[in-house]
Every structure is written in C-alpha cells, then in structure tokens.
C-alpha cells in the first residue's frame, strides 16, 4: 500500500511540474506588454491664486497704494535686543468684500534662502489667522475656521490649502549678509478661507498670530520670533 501511494504521489508532482513548464513555456510565447492609457492624466497644483482682487491694488509687495497708509502696525522685537541690531518685524492687515490683504515688513541685515522649501533653514513668514462673520473671538477648540502659512523670501510657499497672491521683495541681496530687511504682501479670497460671502456680508475683523524666523547671523537654522508677550 505505502508503495502505491509513492507511485502516486510522484505520478502527481511529475503532472504538476509538466503543467508548469507548460505555463511557462506558454507565457513566453505570449506579448504582455502593457496596453496604452486611454485617459491622459494631466497633475497641476498651484498655491497661487488667480481669481480678482480688489481693483487698484497690485500684489506687488511694494505697499504704495493709498489703502496702506493709514493702517496701524503691530511691531515686534527679539527681548534680547539689547544694542538694537536683531530683527525686527511689523505687520498689518484689512479686510474687503474680496478677501484678506496682510503685509510685514522686516529689519533683518541677514535674509537668506536656500532655493527650497525649508523653514528651518531660510528666512521665513509664519502666520496664523483666521475670520468669522461673527467678528468674535471663537473657542480654542474651533479648528474649522483657522488658517495658517509659512512663506519664505523666495516666494515659497506651506500653507492649510488655501491659495494665495503673495510678493515678497528684499532689500538688498539675498544671502549676501548684507540686506536691510525684506516686505511682503499678501491677498487671501474669502472663498479660499470658506467664507460664504455672496449675501454681501464679510468679516469685519481678521485675528491673526504672526511669527517670523530670521537666520540669525553666525546661525545655520532659523530662530524664531514670537510675539511679546505670547
């Protein structure tokens, strides 16, 4: 019996591995190469935003139109700057019936970019702001209506998803060790920030934490500057 049943057991492997070899004899007689897509995929993103702003205002990061010289700016220094050389950063920002304009400016005798985006190692933005109908201070805990983007002074831009016209211009030459400070200038649509504004209401108010991370001179990482007090 046991001799029967080792007959059929390589009587079985030998019919397993003919109906192999068959296999694969039989795939290489056959093409499979891939057919082509039917459907071309085209990927674009961009963090620009194309739509309107406000007529006579040009994101240009230059600040000459007549609407930004009467705004209030918020100034901010390291605690440390004892002798008046450290960065410095002000800011400001309104509202219109198209969207967000904000803008800073900055004293930084050292702005540097290294050609990508990195915040830790180039001159960089960080704000955090956000608008409500209410005009109102929300919870903490309102996640849904906060919005927040780092941009560098190479137009680089990390941001929650919402587009954005942005300029950012130096002063000076970038990495030379030599700038005098940089502005930038940036509109943010009501659409962007899922604001529904089409029953002709906007929020009047824009609440808003700015940061900036100069690099330091005699640094390779940035340190950041908080608000004072935070």
């Known amino acids: 019996m046991k001799n029967i049943k080792k007959i059929l057991i390589s009587v079985c492997s030998?019919?397993?591995?003919?109906?192999?070899?068959?296999?694969?004899?039989?795939?290489?007689?056959?093409d499979f190469t891939a057919a082509p897509a039917e459907n071309e995929y085209e990927y674009k993103y961009t963090t620009n935003y194309e739509g309107e702003n406000d007529p006579g205002i040009e994101i240009d990061g230059v600040l000459d139109e007549d609407v930004w010289q009467d705004k209030k700016w918020f100034t901010n220094a390291f605690y440390t700057d004892i002798n008046g050389t450290m960065p410095k950063l002000a800011v400001t920002a309104f509202n219109t019936e198209y969207g967000v304009y904000m803008a800073a400016k900055v004293q930084?005798?050292?702005?540097v970019y290294g050609g990508s985006l990195n915040q830790s190692r180039n001159t960089t933005f960080e704000?955090?702001?956000?608008?409500?109908?209410s005009d109102t201070v929300l919870g903490d805990r309102d996640y849904s209506t906060r919005h927040a983007f780092m941009l560098d002074c190479g137009g680089e831009l990390y941001s929650t998803c919402e587009r954005m016209k942005r300029a950012v211009v130096?002063?000076?030459?970038?990495?030379?060790?030599a700038t005098t400070g940089a502005t930038v200038e940036i509109f943010v649509p009501w659409s962007e920030m899922r604001i529904d504004v089409s029953d002709g209401v906007y929020p009047q108010n824009l609440f808003m934490l700015?940061?900036?991370r100069p690099i330091l001179k005699g640094n390779t990482a940035s340190t950041l500057l908080y608000p004072m007090p935070f």
């Open 14 to 30: 030998i019919l397993t591995l003919t109906c192999s070899v068959a296999g694969i004899t039989a795939c290489k007689d056959k």
């Open 170 to 177: 130096v002063d000076g030459v970038i990495n030379s060790g």
């Open 127 to 133: 704000f955090y702001y956000y608008a409500d109908k």
């Open 108 to 111: 930084d005798g050292n702005v």
């Open 210 to 212: 700015p940061k900036y």
